[in-house]
């Protein structure tokens, strides 16, 4: 995008790797699910007023979403009529079988048959801009406008593994994991789509434990709500996923949570608010007007009192698709590992608005492209820093936030939250990303 149309949106809108088994839903094709418009929503939310010349340029945008509790913003923009509200009133939002299927509608575009932005895993966009995970390797330009949440995912364990009592150090599974090995039979881990934030976590845990998940475990990809169903048929002996997919496993008695996400790196990013860059940069009034919509959203998501309402939206069939008691403790701070360990009215919540969790900083999208720089799906050549501020449209979120009276959400240094600090006391500075990969001893080689 030229500055002239980075200037236009501010002045007129205000294949897996290598040791990657893929198991259902990373191959390609579009999801046929019914989708919920925000003309069939009710409109909870009076209409501004929008001058003409503020008007949006298109009222229609088509949004996909995987079934994860922080799918929220989108669902609930649409069912608070929070899109309708800033003159968007023909938006759908559609549930998508799996990330590969987000990622492939997304290539297509509404324009055929696609969807124009999504509800996403915050490396997929820097993934498919640089054409490393779609087809023919063109890559596909998106932008990120928000992001979704942090905190709020988990890394379960199969019951089988109960004595080892895992926390987010995974020191004592080495063992077991190099036993299995040498029996010709290697420890799986499940995550939900190659190089994307869980299977960074995943790959991460491991690491500091000095396993090395390119060699001593095998790690397959499961789409997130089939979780639970794959870990009950002894599928997998450990995945990474998004709640309420962890919590449904402890209900169920599968299994129980080595650690909240939280517990590895407070305040962690996750999900993003993305959408196709073409879109963004013909219709800037209409991305302003959708970014508010999400903005407001997730102002509302994190109100305590919502957080009951919330849950029920998120339960029904067409979102989440889970019982109201497996998505709201978590949702209010109360973590059952189902080990006996428990966290009461914790901070590790998954957060959408407070504490900056919104606000897109490009220090943890960088940190994101080094991981994967770790893990070979970037050449080790890549300038990280030019594809961060070429994907990151941080100066869109201002814009829409001034607009709703939020400006004081902008943080003091628009880019970097600072250096980062994860639970072995290993730390990123995004002013040195290269002394951070240097320093790590398990990699890609």
């Not at 009222?59 to 989108?74: E, H």
């Not at 500091?208 to 048929?233: K, L």
């Not at 169920?252 to 959408?275: D, Q, R, V």
């Not at 969790?357 to 050549?381: C, I, Q």
Request: charged content about 25%; some cysteine.
């Amino acid at each position: 995008m030229s500055n002239l149309s980075r200037r236009k949106f501010i002045i007129t809108a205000g294949a897996s790797a290598a040791g990657t088994l893929l198991i259902n839903g990373c191959s390609t094709g579009l999801n046929k699910s019914a989708s919920t418009s925000s003309a069939s929503s009710p409109a909870a939310s009076p209409a501004v007023n929008i001058s003409a010349a503020d008007a949006p340029e298109t009222t229609t945008a088509k949004l996909g979403f995987i079934a994860l509790t922080d799918s929220a913003p989108l669902i609930v923009a649409l069912e608070k009529g929070f899109f309708a509200k800033y003159g968007m009133k023909d938006v759908s939002v559609t549930k998508q079988t799996s990330w590969a299927v987000v990622r492939d509608n997304l290539e297509l575009g509404s324009d055929r048959g696609g969807i124009d932005g999504a509800h996403i895993l915050t490396p997929m966009p820097y993934l498919m801009s640089a054409g490393k995970i779609t087809k023919g390797n063109t890559p596909v330009p998106m932008y990120i406008l928000a992001r979704l949440n942090t905190d709020g995912q988990g890394i379960s364990i199969a019951n089988d593994y109960a004595d080892l009592k895992l926390t987010a150090d995974a020191t004592a599974l080495k063992a077991k994991v190099d036993e299995m090995k040498g029996a010709g039979k290697k420890f799986k881990c499940a995550v939900t789509f190659p190089g994307g934030t869980h299977d960074l976590w995943m790959r991460y845990w491991l690491g500091a434990a000095g396993i090395d998940p390119e060699n001593d475990v095998d790690i397959v990809v499961v789409p997130p709500p089939q979780m639970v169903a794959n870990m009950e048929t002894k599928t997998m002996d450990a995945f990474c996923v998004g709640e309420p997919w962890n919590q449904r496993l402890v209900t169920k008695k599968l299994g129980y949570n080595a650690m909240t996400t939280g517990e590895f790196w407070k305040n962690h990013p996750e999900k993003a608010f993305t959408m196709r860059a073409d879109w963004v940069d013909k219709n800037p009034k209409a991305a302003k007007a959708m970014l508010m919509a999400v903005q407001e959203a997730q102002m509302w998501c994190d109100k305590d009192e919502n957080k009951e309402e919330m849950c029920q939206i998120l339960s029904a069939d067409k979102y989440v698709k889970a019982p109201v008691g497996d998505i709201l403790e978590r949702m209010k701070d109360n973590f059952d590992f189902g080990n006996g360990r428990t966290l009461q009215n914790s901070d590790l919540l998954m957060k959408f608005w407070r504490e900056n969790a919104s606000y897109p900083f490009k220090s943890h999208d960088l940190w994101f492209v080094t991981e994967n720089m770790r893990w070979g799906r970037f050449d080790a050549s890549t300038d990280a820093k030019a594809l961060v501020d070429k994907v990151n449209r941080s100066d869109l979120w201002q814009a829409a936030a001034k607009t709703l009276g939020q400006e004081s959400m902008i943080p003091k240094d628009q880019d970097s939250r600072g250096v980062e600090t994860f639970f072995d006391k290993v730390t990123f500075d995004p002013a040195n990303p290269k002394a951070y990969l240097d320093s790590l001893k398990i990699k890609k080689a």
